[in-house]
């Protein structure tokens, strides 16, 4: 007979299910898609989201043994993230020095891209005034901004938008947790304006 077809099928009990998520997201470092956990489950990638959700109301509550870590959901997946209030602890077990702060250049390329994407960099040296050519290749290679096709005007500009790192980094499961900001606008009226989620294009390849 087939191995594969004596292989018994095993169905996880609700306690198993959160057992086997928290090893697989201890195990990875990084987040992981309800579509995979799904696979390892055996259960629909929605399936797991609800799963998780149920997790992440016992696993964050703080009720029972305290933990140093959180459980952090995101549109597509989840992550097992230490708390910010141990960085301190953290960074001295681990010999790590004080950095990787955001300059103020950086914080604001990258709060036009969140509230404005997808956005390219011409639109953003727009709104800045300046050239914007540093900060976007610094997002880059931070992972808190990433291409996502190119805008179908002359010239075929890259666009960018944010990443899971960037909700990950600033403590948010989506965009919708962004607050809204006031600014004046050309008429000297405030007005309030919160992330935008314009459509996305087709990809193709990028810059």
């Known amino acids: 007979m087939d191995k594969n077809l004596e292989e018994e099928i095993v169905f996880y009990t609700p306690e198993q299910q959160f057992a086997v998520i928290e090893a697989c997201l201890f195990a990875a470092g990084h987040p992981l898609s309800y579509e995979k956990l799904g696979e390892v489950l055996r259960i629909t990638p929605g399936e797991c989201a609800d799963v998780v959700e149920k997790m992440a109301s016992l696993y964050n509550s703080g009720d029972g043994f305290p ?12 992550q ?45 040296d727009a709104v800045r005034g300046v050239d914007s050519s540093y900060a976007v290749g610094a997002l880059l290679e931070k992972n808190l901004i990433e291409p996502c096709g190119k805008l179908d005007a002359p ?17 948010i499961a989506s965009l919708n947790e962004l607050p809204a900001v006031r600014v004046k606008n050309d008429a000297g009226e405030t007005v309030e304006i919160t992330p935008e989620h314009k459509p996305e294009p087709d990809p193709s390849p990028a810059e």
């Open 67 to 78: 933990r140093g870590v959180i459980l952090v959901r995101f549109p597509d997946s989840c």
């Open 80 to 124: 097992l993230c230490t708390k910010e209030i141990y960085s301190t602890e953290i960074r001295q077990a681990l010999g790590i020095r004080r950095g990787g702060h955001l300059s103020q250049s950086l914080l604001e390329v990258l709060a036009i891209v969140a509230y404005n994407q997808p956005s390219t960099r011409a639109f953003v």
């Open 155 to 171: 010239g075929r500009p890259t666009l960018y938008r944010t990443t899971t790192d960037f909700l990950r980094v600033f403590g």
